[in-house]
Structure formats: structure tokens, C-alpha cells
């Protein structure tokens, strides 16, 4: 019963902070928290079909969420089925949504189903902290550098501000698991350093958000961090021993299906994009 008080609660402080911080409409508050729960029920029905105990699952605003368990996975196969749930039912919410639009021809679910759409989208993108390389990690090697790729293009050319492809690279650096986090050693020096370029960013951006020479901190810094990424998981065989995870691997076949249902879950998710936009 804590667990639940905690989950709900954290649920309900992250429709809050879209409501009142974000400035969004209830309507889309609630709605934007709901097909975040439905694909982190995705993460929890996977869990329970492999007899894990679910220790919670949290919400952090204008962040996302997180299912905690105490099940240890051993298999890649395991990993890669507990990963793509998540996007795999959230797909399905977005499709309940757009038959919600079809339905009641209401807008604001059709705006939804964009929201919905892009939300699982980016969450299979190859990169640690997000589902997309729980899928194929096991299937292909180096992947997480073309993921790590695909968020600077995403923050670059989606939002157009230097600011949040600085924010995710940094998230990216600090958090994840990934060989970077061996190559660089991130001593305390260098998360200064990180934290200063940060702050010049946002301080040079907010007086002069027309000038590209304002965003040059960002551009050393994403090539240092780049840089360092391509080296350790490209050129330091022993830097990514120690960081990989030993499961038992997939076959040639497992492989093949992974990719297989990754191609098509990101098909059909930028479809469903498409449309509603």
C-alpha cells in the first residue's frame, strides 16, 4: 500500500507540475500523464510475466518515469522483451486515443495522439537511458553511438535550441552506463567544468538567443563528450568490457526478430505522427 501512496503520489505531483509549471491545459496535463502511465504499465505487465516484484513506479516532472523491481535479468532476450513493452503498449494507448478522435472528433485527442506518438518515439532511440537500446543492444554493436547521434540531431532540429541538446547530453554523460562514463573517469574537476559550460549557456543564450556565437560552449563541449564516446566504445575494447552487462546473448534469430519488431513498432509510431500533425 506505501508503494502504491508513493507511485500515486508521484503521479499526481507530475500532472500538477505540466499544470501549473508548464502552463498546459488540464485536458492535456492529464492526458500526457495517462499515456505516460499506459507505457510504464507496458514495463510492469513485462516484469510480471517474468515473476518480478515490482517495487514502484515513479514520476519525476518534466522528466518522465520509472518502474523499480527487484528482478534480475539474465538473458538479453529478457531485456529486450522488458524494454519494448513499454513503447509496445503505449502504442497501443496512443490507438485507443486516436479512436477516442475518430469518436467523439474532439481535437484536443488528436493533439494527443501526436504527443503520444512522439513520447514513445523518443523513447526508441538507441541511447542508454531510453528503451529503444534495451531493444537493440544485444542486436547490434556500438548502437548506442548512433542513438547518442540521433538526440543531438533530435534536440538540434526539433526544438532548434542548443540549450536542450546540451541538457540531454549531459543527462546522457552523468547517468547512463555507458562506456563514456569509464573513458572520461567524470572526476569531480570535469563535472565542474560540464556544470560551467551549462551555466554560460544559459546565461548567453537567454541575452542573445539570435547569435550562434552564444552557443559555442555547447558545440566544444558536445564534441568533448562525442569525442570521448567514439573513443571508448569504438578504440577502448577494455573500457567496454568492464561497462557490458553479462547476459546470455541472442541468437542470429533472436537478433533478427528484435530488429524486426523494433523497425516496425518506430513505423508505425511515425505513422501515427504523420497523421495527427
Known amino acids: 500500500m506505501k508503494t502504491f501512496l508513493i507511485?500515486?503520489?508521484?503521479?499526481?505531483i507530475f500532472i500538477i507540475g505540466l499544470y501549473f509549471l508548464a502552463g498546459l491545459e488540464l485536458f492535456y496535463a492529464v492526458g500526457f500523464g495517462?499515456?505516460?502511465?499506459?507505457?510504464?504499465?507496458?514495463?510492469?505487465?513485462?516484469?510480471?510475466?517474468?515473476?518480478?516484484t515490482i517495487r514502484g513506479v515513479y514520476f519525476f516532472p518534466f522528466i518522465g518515469a520509472i518502474v523499480v523491481s527487484d528482478k534480475k535479468l539474465k538473458t538479453e532476450d529478457e531485456h529486450a522483451y522488458f524494454k519494448y513493452l513499454g513503447p509496445l503498449v503505449g502504442t497501443f494507448g496512443v490507438?485507443?486515443?486516436?479512436?477516442?478522435?475518430?469518436?467523439?472528433?474532439?481535437?484536443?485527442?488528436?493533439?494527443l495522439v501526436f504527443t503520444g506518438s512522439i513520447l514513445n518515439l523518443i523513447n526508441m532511440i538507441p541511447v542508454t537511458l531510453l528503451d529503444g537500446y534495451g531493444?537493440?543492444?544485444?542486436?547490434?554493436?556500438?548502437?548506442?553511438?548512433?542513438?547518442?547521434?540521433?538526440?543531438?540531431?533530435?534536440?538540434?532540429?526539433?526544438?532548434?535550441?542548443?540549450?536542450?541538446?546540451l541538457f540531454f547530453?549531459?543527462?546522457?554523460?552523468?547517468?547512463s552506463d555507458s562506456p563514456i562514463k569509464e573513458a572520461t573517469g567524470f572526476k569531480i574537476h570535469e563535472v565542474i567544468l560540464a556544470s560551467i559550460f551549462t551555466l554560460t549557456m544559459i546565461i548567453l543564450t537567454i541575452a542573445d538567443k539570435?547569435?550562434?556565437?552564444?552557443?559555442?560552449?555547447?558545440?566544444?563541449?558536445?564534441?568533448?563528450?562525442f569525442g570521448m564516446y567514439i573513443r571508448s566504445t569504438c578504440f577502448d575494447e577494455k573500457n567496454?568490457?568492464?561497462?557490458?552487462?553479462?547476459?546470455?546473448?541472442?541468437?542470429?534469430?533472436?537478433?533478427?526478430l528484435w530488429i524486426t519488431k523494433y523497425t516496425l513498432l518506430v513505423f508505425v509510431l511515425f505513422a501515427l505522427a504523420f497523421y495527427s500533425n
Do not use: C
Not at 495517462?34 to 518480478?52: D, Q, R, S, Y
Not at 477516442?100 to 488528436?110: A, G, K, N, V
Not at 542513438?147 to 536542450?164: D, T
Open 210 to 225: 539570435e547569435s550562434l556565437v552564444w552557443n559555442v560552449p555547447l558545440v566544444v563541449l558536445s564534441v568533448y563528450l
Open 135 to 165: 531493444v537493440l543492444r544485444g542486436s547490434i554493436k556500438y548502437v548506442e553511438w548512433v542513438g547518442f547521434l540521433l538526440l543531438i540531431i533530435f534536440g538540434f532540429f526539433v526544438f532548434q535550441e542548443y540549450i536542450l541538446t
Open 169 to 175: 547530453l549531459i543527462i546522457f554523460t552523468l547517468f
Open 7 to 12: 507511485s500515486l503520489s508521484s503521479f499526481a
Open 95 to 111: 490507438l485507443i486515443t486516436l479512436g477516442l478522435f475518430l469518436f467523439l472528433e474532439d481535437q484536443r485527442f488528436l493533439n
Open 34 to 52: 495517462i499515456l505516460l502511465l499506459v507505457h510504464e504499465l507496458g514495463h510492469v505487465f513485462a516484469l510480471n510475466k517474468m515473476e518480478g
Open 240 to 256: 567496454t568490457q568492464q561497462n557490458a552487462i553479462k547476459l546470455t546473448p541472442l541468437t542470429k534469430k533472436e537478433k533478427g
